[in-house]
């Protein structure tokens, strides 16, 4: 088991997002996001499994090249919505 506010590992993505793997559905998850913001509930539960069950405080590290460090997880998701970059890690 991994700890609480940890990342998935690779093969947990794959389960995660998979629901997620057409354009379609990223869009909507990402629409969910922009239209109520990181605090809707359903939003919420998404972004609590990504990370074992709690939302990361404080900066967030990402595997981006240029973008590698946002202040917090919600900055970090609406970024990955606006650049199209749904499956970047953190």
């Known amino acids: 088991a991994q700890q609480p506010g940890t990342p998935l590992s690779d093969e947990e993505y794959s389960q995660f997002f998979r629901f997620l793997q057409t354009a379609r ?32 405080e404080g900066p967030i590290c990402s595997e981006l090249p240029k973008s590698p460090i946002f202040p917090d997880f919600c900055t970090f998701s609406f970024y990955r919505c606006t650049k199209k970059k749904y499956f970047i890690k953190v």
């Open 25 to 56: 559905h990223a869009n909507t998850a990402c629409l969910l996001r922009m239209l109520y913001g990181c605090q809707y509930p359903l939003v919420q539960r998404l972004d609590e499994y990504e990370n074992h069950g709690v939302i990361p």
